[in-house]
């Protein structure tokens, strides 16, 4: 079946820096993806649209300076969460329009703060 | 309110027995409907999918959408403890926002041998 791989699966990095999140579609080409974001005990919370060739698309109060989405190709998306804080800590989870119009997610990222 | 309501559960039930998830949404432009898995620090997998209103049957999984009451549930029949995880609803608008899933908070099911 219709493959998402997603690197690093946890990360820990410092306040202030910055971290790049690669989702990439193994088995089909992707024109679309998205990038979701879960804090623990809560649901999947929509964060962007990401377009191959174009500029992504934000859900609102989601600040497109702090997560940069870049989509380069027809089978990679990165997020960039820049200048990292503690309050970014969470499960970032990217998903991909697959065959036959299902969706399919990556195994999500793990992303610490410190 | 929010767009999709789901009990979080937990819901415990014994081995083989019949698990019952349901989810209730209130934006009717929904058309597109699907029930996923989630185990801890995992992504989702996915499980069923459906258009519109009907069943869809999958081995022990059935899942029901009834458009009419904004209602969808998940059947799990003959349970195992390998089901235990975390059922997560996810419903779409349609071809314009196709895969902009609006998702339900997650029921956590457990059962037990």
């Known amino acids: 079946g219709a493959v998402v791989s997603q690197h690093p699966s946890w990360v820990i990095c410092k306040s202030g820096t910055s971290v790049k999140i690669e989702c990439r579609s193994l088995?089909?080409?992707?024109?679309?993806m998205f990038w979701y974001r879960q804090f623990p005990k809560q649901s999947l919370m929509l964060m962007a649209t990401?377009?191959?060739?174009?500029?992504?698309?934000?859900e609102q109060g989601v600040e497109k300076d702090k997560f940069l989405i870049n989509h380069a190709s027809l089978t990679l998306s990165t997020l960039t969460v820049t200048s990292a804080h503690p309050e970014d800590s969470s499960f970032y989870i990217c998903?991909?329009?697959?065959?036959?119009?299902?969706?399919?997610f990556g195994e999500g990222s793990w992303l610490t703060v410190v | 309110q929010k767009e999709v309501e789901q009990d979080p559960g937990p819901l415990s039930v014994p081995e083989g027995a019949i698990v019952s998830l349901n989810c209730t949404y209130s934006n009717s432009a929904f058309q597109y409907f699907m029930w996923y898995r989630q185990y801890s620090r995992k992504g989702p997998e996915l499980l069923m999918y459906t258009y519109s209103s009907g069943n869809k049957e999958d081995g022990r999984f059935t899942a029901q959408v009834d458009k009419s009451s904004k209602y969808i549930s998940l059947f799990i029949r003959d349970s195992q403890p390998s089901d235990s995880a975390t059922y997560l609803c996810a419903m779409s608008a349609g071809t314009d926002s196709w895969g902009k899933l609006q998702f339900g908070a997650g029921t956590q099911v457990v059962v037990t041998p």
């Open positions: 990401s377009n191959e060739g174009s500029k992504a698309t934000y």
């Open positions: 088995d089909f080409q992707a024109t679309t």
């Open positions: 998903s991909a329009s697959g065959p036959a119009n299902t969706i399919y």
